[in-house]
């Protein structure tokens, strides 16, 4: 009814919109001489905006009416491609005996530097995560050096402990190494193990804590270290004691809530969240937000409220131009909600009180906002990865000044001063100087840049909402890192609107065609094609090139370690066969997985999972049923079925796999014993 009257007062340029033909431009991230087009139409006001405006090659003009730069990358054959993920800020250290700080490389100067005195030596460190470097921003010189080099590894995130240590989440070793600076070298003082792929890194500097959510082992892990009344520098970092919570969810971004002595969790895909008693360290609160892709959150207004960049995905909308365009289907926002609300309620009982600010609108939808952060006056920063910009005002503002950075903006930080904002540009090698004043703005390049693959390039187009109307979504927003947000989308794969259906996850699916929940879809690049056409209402024309790419890059996906295996230190180990090769066999758990797997084929359960990968390329009656009388089904690979965001069947009516054996009885030719449940979600739980 909400879209019908929303068609309805829209419906003279709404019929205009969505039956408008379709550009024959492409919507290149990447033109061939290494500029990179722009998909935000000119500024209605200064260009006189229709909705059929047409990128310009290599700029980025801003809504407000202002010029911009165009973003480009001079490719070097000789160079690397490092992939910036985190900014943190140092003060520098006293000054000590030795050379600089310099462990590798020497150092690059930046280009065209301009310099900006602050009222004292300020460094900021910046993780990479596939060259394994921390690289070293001074921003008296802003020249850059690589200062923490370790092959293998894949840093993240950098999270400052002190003014000479810093932790680094390393998701290739699954740990978060402690690195301090001595006499101007950095070295590895620490390793803390986080099976399952470190998440977030949060430390508290008053209780001299660590937290660190594990992304695939779906809990939280706490170090608690040598207690300090008077804190020194550095940190004693000898630990005393450490504790791990199973959580409900891949885990996420943290806050902590000191008034109320907790620990906000949130899904790293979806919509979950947990409260977590920091003195029990226990689970007192799980429930829902409708929000998802959430980034992290805030704590703002004297503690009262959690503030958090996300996206909201409507499932009664269908994924049609005219509603793309008004971000009734999907919207990038900022949330705040009250504290103590998250902690006590839960579904609509969570938001009375809570305040909302969109970031798009038509014409530009502000896609996946990636980064908040706020300066002490209250000014934020949102980083905007699907459309290459950062969005500064006021949080509580409906119009914000967009500047262009580089490409794929993933964290950003004001400088100690607040007259600068550092952009990190995960696809462009490259970092953004912004001037607050004047919005004027340079790029620092971590070094030379070679040409990105195939995959890589994928990988940028999987990211970028300008492939779709208006910027207001990209591939990731419902497929979040290439997973899921667990939710429901009402799109035209199905042949219908008015049945909206699940988001599946496209990782581990390069061998699970045919594609779709009909099974409608021969080929992944059918299947990309009709989303980026249909689903996504591009404005441009659906290169081949591009789906090749997009195709290579989900074929390059790997499944997801099952939960039983990511929470042993063997998820370490690539999967190197069959999913049963990887199966937790300890002595508690092996004649669970053994009785699990024989009931699976007594069951009847492999006539539609079978194989290695535990599906079909047929579809069946399962005894599901559509809004349209839709009851025929392929059946989703079980491979890592554990990992599904909370929500399975087509439907996601069943909020867990015990709700789809116990509740459900999903095909189940008899009632099982609690003790045949127990093996039977124990080898699920294991693929």
Known sequence: MRSLILWFLICGE???????????????????SGEYASLVPESPAAEGYNAASRYARGKYPAREGGTADPINVSYDPRGEYRQPQAI??????????????????????????KTVPLPSPVRALISTKLSGQVFELNLTTLAVESV?????????????????????????????????????????????????????VLYDADLNVIWVTGLWSQRVYEWQFSNQPERTVPHDLRASARRTLDLPMCGGQMLALPAQDALLITDAFGRDFVIVDRAKFEVINHAQLYEHNIGRPLLVEDGNYVLFPHQLLNEFVPSVQGDITWGGLMSNNLRWIKAQRLIENEGEAIYPESRFTPLG????????????????????AVTLGGINRVAIGAPQDTSWKQVPVGLHP????????????????????????????????????????REPTLVERGEQLFFNSRVAHDGWMSCHSCHSQGHTNGQLNDNLTDKTLGSPKRVLSLMGQAETAPYSWGGKMESLEAQIAHSIESTMASDYEVVPADV????????????PPSLRVARSPRSQTPRTSSPDSEAVVTPQGATAFAEGKLLFTELGCNACHAGNHYTSPDVYDVGLVDEHAM??????????????????????????????????EHQL????????????????ESL
């Open 148 to 200: 923490i080099e370790v092959p293998n590894s894949q840093f993240t995130s950098v999270t400052p402990i002190d003014c000479t240590t810093v932790a680094l989440a390393d998701v290739a070793q699954e740990c978060v190494a402690i690195y301090r600076e001595s006499d101007g070298r950095w070295e590895e003082v620490l390793r803390l193990p986080v099976p399952g792929k470190p998440s977030q």
């Open 361 to 380: 609108r038509s014409g530009n939808g502000a896609g996946d906002p990636t980064m908040l952060r706020l300066r002490d006056d209250g000014l934020a």
């Open 14 to 32: 709404g019929l205009v919109v969505a039956n408008r033909a379709r550009a024959q431009e492409p919507y290149p991230a990447r033109s061939d």
């Open 548 to 559: 090749a790419a997009l195709a290579a890059f989900i074929r390059s996906l790997p499944e």
């Open 669 to 684: 030719p008899r009632k099982l014993s609690q003790t045949e449940l127990k093996h039977l979600l124990y080898f699920l």
């Open 88 to 113: 943190a800020f140092l003060e520098s250290a006293p000054a000590t005996n030795g050379a600089p700080a310099s462990a590798t490389a020497a150092t690059a100067p930046a280009e065209t530097a």
């Open 410 to 449: 993933i964290d950003c930080q004001f400088t100690p001063d607040g007259q600068q904002l550092v952009v990190v540009n995960e696809f462009s090698d490259s970092l953004t100087l912004i001037d607050l004043q004047t919005y004027e703005s340079q790029q620092i390049m971590l070094g030379p840049i």
């Open 631 to 664: 009851q025929y089904f392929n059946p989703p690979s079980l491979v890592a079925v554990s990992q599904r965001q909370n929500a399975l069947f087509h439907d996601g009516r069943a909020r867990s796999l015990c709700d789809v054996l116990a509740i459900e």
